[in-house]
């Protein structure tokens, strides 16, 4: 690991080499998502203006540095020009979330994904280019609420109308392979996959017969994949 350092071009350089990801931005979404990145194998440069951030971060990332995002200098020499993906995770200062992503577009960066606090902040990030605007606490809002309404264990919009749900296998598809159950036609949603217990998950075809206490994943539009997943 590289450790804590002012600018440190050279290491951020390496890094850029690599098939890697720079976040700017160490607070709590920064941090969640440049850990679940370093845990799936991705090398990431961390970058905050919080010294006790990057302190924190210190041995944990392949390398983390202070530096003040809304500088094009600044980035220059930890080389962030010469990586092709960029998050940027300011979510406390707006105009700094801003300004850091207009530095970015400037360096002509490849992929730029950067959080936005609310609608406005989002759209100025649109409207200045950002290839992709994410809402972590309205998406995850909407997220919950799906949940708390109905009987499903997981939900993930796929886009809008459409959504990928986690629930257990109601008694209709116990015993009876899926090809015979005719849910397609009469429910609208398509079983994806299944899972007996704590086993591992398998992709689920005509021949796949579910048992009692099985958990399925079911695609389809939102509204029917919900209302299949109240079933019992």
């Not at 020499?77 to 970015?104: H, K, N, P, W």
């Not at 217990?197 to 994949?225: F, S, Y």
């Amino acid at each position: 690991m590289v450790r804590f350092s002012l600018f440190g071009g050279d290491a951020s350089r390496r890094i850029a080499e690599a098939d890697s990801v720079a976040v700017i931005g160490l607070g709590r979404f920064g941090s969640a998502l440049a850990h679940e990145l370093m845990a799936a194998g991705t090398e990431v440069l961390g970058v905050d203006l919080d010294e006790d951030l990057v302190q924190a971060h210190n041995g944990e990332l392949t390398q983390v540095v202070r530096a003040d995002s809304t500088r094009e200098e600044a980035l220059r020499q930890l080389a962030i020009d010469e990586f092709e993906r960029v998050v940027v995770a300011i979510g406390d200062d707006v105009s700094a979330s801003i300004l850091t992503c207009s530095v970015l577009l400037s360096m002509r960066i490849p992929v730029i994904w950067a959080k936005a606090v609310d609608d406005r902040h989002g759209l100025i990030l649109e409207q200045l280019g950002v290839h992709k605007v994410i809402y972590p606490e309205h998406d995850m809002g909407r997220r919950v609420a799906h949940l708390v309404r109905g009987a499903a264990l997981d939900y993930i919009e796929v886009a809008p109308g459409y959504a990928l749900v986690k629930a257990a296998a109601p008694s209709m598809l116990h015993g009876v392979a899926l090809g015979e159950t005719g849910v397609r036609t009469t429910h609208g949603i398509t079983v994806a996959a299944y899972q007996h217990g704590a086993d591992e998950w398998h992709n689920a075809d005509n021949t796949t017969v579910l048992q009692p206490g099985d958990t399925i994943l079911i695609v389809g539009p939102t509204e029917r994949a919900e209302a299949f997943a109240q079933l019992r």
